[in-house]
């Protein structure tokens, strides 16, 4: 053989230094791989069927739980945690209200999603709104009110409050309004509507989701009875309605992009003055904590506030009579009750809960006193203590999962928490990075290697001569 025909010893080193590459690539991306392989065997929470919903811990009432995404859900324990009742009829269910008569009875908001083209939806996807009322006990279900909208992001009613036997208000995300409806001639009494009174310029994208206001609640007493308040989410501003006057300024809580009081919050509930009010106790959602605030001197102070290292976009909490505060964690994957020191008492799982609702106490906040007037103490997530550890000791993702949260927008990270599977998580999504990475920079090198091999370069158009 000749000495030309033998391979020279930087090709060699060349080959070698290129599968040497290659093995660190495919082990990466099969770590990766892995990683999340064993995060989706772990993670066995489900609410898809009544079989898999788990079992909640004792308790001394009845509590509904709805669920607004991956599996649209309405569940009922019964005091001992066992499931009473369970729907999944609806594609998201959102509010859910005890009757004044029969707290077994409950009436909520739901929304169908609509797939085909028809004389209800002629751009599918539309959307079909209902506000309905069962009898937890007999499963009976009864249609009150129901509306065909044009679509479906952006088009659901996320909230419904009765202001008497046959008038109900409606929190109407899809025309950025709230009205007041006779469900029985289902003719429309009363409206605001959001754009009489804030800028489409401000707000979320208009007009595909602008105010999005999701949440309405009726005031039955004290210096605000007979109005209505109201959650503008793109706003960041809970508002108070006068069905004479309009919207009463001096009295809104937040304001746009105002984010150290509130960011995209969630079913603010009103503390009236004969339990410490006036308060608003609200799920700040997009900075992943529960707070209140009272009304002092002509201005809202925050009096309290509550989170811990495993919440994430909070979108329903509601003060017990007992001074507990139950919490809707949605992306925490979880409800829980929170004592009056801030330590946990009662948590279930659910996949992703909107709103959970302890009957017998009341609708929502209504059995409930003000912090300030039960003197709760305030608990951040640097308070918790929380152990991050896996069960290993060791997890290489968790830095840069941290990292990624730390970096991302929180309202993209929220995004991508609610379009993938419950187990997805920042460690998951650092791994999902780090293999996608990996890749392209293999696929770049080996697009490299093969030009370089054809005898192909690349100069820079203007280089440095020395001399």
Known sequence: MSEQSLPSLTAVRSVLSRNRLRIAFIAVILLSAAALATSASEDGLSTATEADVPNAPETDNHTVITESGRAGTITAYTPDGEVMYYNNTRTKYFDVDPTEDDP???????????????????????????????????GEVEVLYERYDYKETAGEWHDATRINDTHVAIAD??????????????????????????????????????????DVEYIEEGEHEGRIMASLRNQDQVVFLDPEEGLVDDWTLGSENDYDVQY????????????????????DSEQGRVQEFQREDGEWNRT???????????????????GNTLIADSHGNRVIEVNEEGEIVWEVGSTLPYEAERLETGAESE?????????????????????????????PLEYPGNLLEE?????????????????MGSTEFAAVGIALLVGVTWAALEVRWQLRDAGIRFRLPFYRRDG
């Open 304 to 322: 309290w506030q509550w989170a811990d290292e495993q919440i994430q976009w909070p979108r329903d909490a509601d003060r017990l009579p007992n």
């Open 367 to 395: 059995g409930g006193q003000s912090a300030a007037e039960l003197g709760l103490e305030s608990r951040t997530a640097d308070d918790d203590g929380g152990d991050s550890d896996d069960g290993f000791g060791f997890n």
């Open 264 to 283: 995209e919050q969630h079913n603010p509930d009103y503390i009236p003055e004969s339990q410490g009010g006036p308060a608003i106790v609200v799920a």
């Open 104 to 138: 077994l009875t409950v009436e909520y908001t739901a929304t169908d999603t609509i797939h085909s083209a028809g004389p209800t939806c002629s751009d599918p996807p539309c959307s079909r709104n209902v506000l309905e009322r069962v009898d937890l006990e007999t």
């Open 173 to 214: 995300i899809v025309a950025d309004q709230v009205f007041v409806v006779n469900t029985e001639t289902e003719v429309v009494d009363w409206l605001w509507d959001a754009q009489s009174d804030f800028p489409v310029e401000e707000g979320g994208p208009y007009p595909e989701d602008w105010a999005h206001i999701n």
């Open 407 to 423: 970096l991302l927008p929180h309202r993209i990270h929220n995004g991508l928490l609610f379009a993938t599977p419950i187990w």
